[in-house]
């Protein structure tokens, strides 16, 4: 038989916390908000989708280097040797997906070319810091210069290439294997 008294419960404590996470919300509403339509969605997952706007909104912006205490300050690229260098890397990604920071589309890139990447533009990024272990930042690799070539060269389906050539008339790059298969974590 089915408590029906604790389903009752249950749903008044979804009912407060909807109502005190659209209370702590009210400074940050805008559009963003109002353009979901949460009106037929399960009062919990309305309340997860409130949650998440909130932890967004209260996120603090710090570059990711500071994500880490201590501080994740790996050495110049100019410094190491290509074997340091390798280990060093590594580290470096298991550290960064440990913050749930994915790195996508690596794999034209060399070992000293990724971590020079890390160095240079990742971990000086300023970036907001969610606390949630269903978020994860995904960093593009091959879009880091702003030029699709490498994308199309390396990535890109046949279909998303053919696409590309239809919506900006451009010739194509020839579409090629990258040079520098890896196994990085991924997203679970």
């Given amino acids: 038989m089915v408590d029906s008294r604790r389903s009752r419960d249950g749903e008044v404590e979804e009912l407060m916390l909807n109502a005190e996470l659209r209370n702590e919300l009210e400074p940050f509403y805008d559009e963003s908000i109002s353009r979901i339509d ?4 399960p009062l919990a997952l309305e309340n997860e989708f409130l949650a998440s706007m909130l932890a967004w909104e209260q996120a603090p912006v710090l570059p990711i280097y500071r994500w880490f205490e201590p501080e994740l300050r790996p050495p110049r ?3 190491l040797n290509d074997e340091c260098l390798h280990e060093i890397l590594w580290d470096v990604i298991q550290k960064l997906y440990e913050k749930r920071i994915v790195l996508d589309f690596t794999d034209h890139l060399s070992d000293r070319e990724l971590y020079c990447l890390i160095y240079r533009d990742i971990l000086p990024s300023r970036e907001k810091k969610i606390e ?3 978020n994860y930042l995904h960093w593009d690799c091959a879009g880091a210069s702003g030029d699709p070539e490498v994308w199309l060269r ?7 290439r053919d696409a590309w050539a239809e919506t900006y008339h451009l010739a194509l790059p020839e579409s090629s294997e990258p040079p520098f298969p890896r196994q990085l974590p991924r997203e679970l």
């Fill in 77 to 79: 690229p100019g410094v």
């Fill in 38 to 41: 949460v009106r037929h969605w």
């Fill in 154 to 160: 390396y990535y890109a389906t046949e279909e998303e």
């Fill in 132 to 134: 949630s272990a269903r």
